[in-house]
């Protein structure tokens, strides 16, 4: 990537991957040696644990799940970000999910209605090759609040 890249145009790319549901697209960020923390504390390491942690989100269990921007912090020298999101949750259809899937999309849909929200931040470390090495996902609370209905920048 040119010297010139700028990490923030990179994050929007990789939230519009992620956002779109396009797994292999998304991995593609990371470097084999990367590792990602859920908000839940988890860790994996390296792109097929990663792959294997993101499955569940990209496969629906958790609806139709967009990532709205609201903020962003970059450091272009040291190669790291801060991006302040809400999650958009919209809990459309589990008829392709397997059971165990079937069974959160219910819970999630039955607690929270079809529409719901939450406040997080990734925090993002880049390497040379502005590939991801760290991705740590955080809530706003220690459980995360979901807020039934439509998020809105106003």
């Known amino acids: 990537m040119p010297s010139t890249f700028n990490l923030e145009e990179l994050i929007e790319r990789f939230n519009d991957d992620f956002s779109s549901q396009r797994l292999d697209q998304v991995m593609s960020y990371f470097a084999e040696q990367s590792e990602f923390k859920d908000l839940n504390g988890k860790t994996a390491k390296g792109k097929n644990a990663i792959k294997k942690a993101f499955q569940r989100l990209f496969d629906g269990a958790y609806g139709k799940v967009t990532f709205i921007p609201k ?14 999101w809400a999650c958009q949750h919209e809990m459309l259809s589990s008829a392709s999910l397997n059971l165990p899937n ?12 079809s529409a ?3 406040h997080g931040v990734d925090y993002f470390i880049f390497d040379e090759e502005l590939k991801i090495i760290s991705k740590q996902t955080y809530g706003k609370a ?9 998020f809105s920048n106003k």
């Open 142 to 150: 220690a459980f995360a609040q979901f807020i039934k209905g439509h």
């Open 116 to 118: 719901f929200f939450w």
């Open 71 to 84: 903020n962003m912090f970059v450091d272009q020298e040291k190669r790291q970000a801060n991006f302040v």
């Open 102 to 113: 079937k069974f959160l999309f219910k819970a999630l849909k039955i607690r929270n209605g």
